[in-house]
C-alpha cells in the first residue's frame, strides 16, 4: 500500500474504505472489482490502484482495520482482563454483535473475509486470526486459575473448541443474512452456559 493513502483527507478515505467494506461484504473477493469499488467510493479505478497496487492489497488493509477495530472494542471493554472465562465470551460477542449493529458494512465485511477460500487472501486472514489468538485469546485463557475447570482439562485445546463453535454460529448468521439481535444473545448465552456445565470445576468439588 502507498502510504500516501493516509494524506488524502480523512473524508475520502472513509469512503473508500466504506465502499471497500460494502462491495466486500456484498461480493466474494473473487467477484468483486476495483471498478465496483470505485463506482461505490465515487472515485476513479486509478486513484485506486495509485494508493493499493492491486484488490488484495485493499482487501487486506480493510481486513486489518475491521480486526483493529474489533481488536480495540474488546480490549476497551476488559475482554481479556475478565477473571470469567465464560462471562468474557459472552461480553465479547455482545463487543462484535454492537460493531455489526452499528457498523454493518464492516462486520459483514469481516465475517465474509473470516470465511474467504480464496487462495489469493485466505492464507493471509487466516494467519493473522492466528497470530491474533496467539498473542491475545490464548496466553489469557492459559493464565486462568486452572481451579476454575474440571481437573486434568487441556485449556488450550477447550479454547480451540469453543472458538471453532462461536466460529462456526457465526457462519451460520451469515448465511441468514438478517437475524434478530435479542434471539442471537440467547442462543449465544445457551451455548456459553453449555460450555459452563461442560468445562467449569462443578460446585461440589
Known amino acids: 500500500m502507498n502510504e500516501k493513502y493516509f494524506a488524502l483527507p480523512r473524508a475520502k478515505r472513509r469512503a473508500i474504505e466504506n465502499a471497500g467494506y460494502r462491495v466486500f461484504a456484498r461480493s466474494s473477493y473473487k467477484k ?26 485493499l482487501y487486506l488493509y480493510l481486513w486489518q482495520q475491521a480486526a483493529g477495530a474489533t481488536a480495540a472494542a474488546l480490549e476497551q471493554r476488559g475482554c481479556y482482563e475478565a477473571p ?32 474467504e477460500q480464496d487462495p489469493a487472501v485466505c492464507a493471509d486472514i487466516q494467519k493473522s486470526c492466528q497470530e491474533h489468538i496467539g498473542q491475545f485469546s490464548l496466553p489469557w485463557v492459559l493464565a486462568l486459575d486452572p481451579a476454575q475447570f474440571r481437573p486434568g482439562l487441556d485449556l488450550a485445546m477447550m479454547y480451540k473448541d469453543m472458538y471453532w463453535a462461536a466460529a462456526g ?37
Do not use: C, I
Not at 468483486?32 to 488484495?56: I, P, T
Not at 434478530?180 to 459452563?196: I, M, P, Q, Y
Open 32 to 57: 468483486a472489482s476495483m471498478q465496483a469499488l470505485a463506482d461505490e467510493a465515487g472515485v476513479s479505478k486509478s486513484l485506486l490502484f495509485h494508493y493499493f497496487r492491486n484488490k488484495k492489497a
Open 84 to 115: 470469567d472465562l465464560f462471562a468474557a465470551l459472552e461480553q465479547g460477542m455482545a463487543v462484535k454483535l454492537d460493531l455489526l449493529r452499528r457498523a454493518p458494512d464492516m462486520g459483514g465485511f469481516a465475517m465474509r473475509a473470516f470465511y
Open 169 to 205: 454460529y457465526v457462519w451460520e448468521l451469515q448465511q441468514r443474512g438478517s437475524f434478530d439481535w435479542d434471539e442471537v444473545r440467547a442462543t449465544f448465552h445457551a451455548l456459553v452456559e453449555f460450555w459452563r456445565g461442560l468445562y467449569a470445576r462443578a460446585r461440589e468439588d
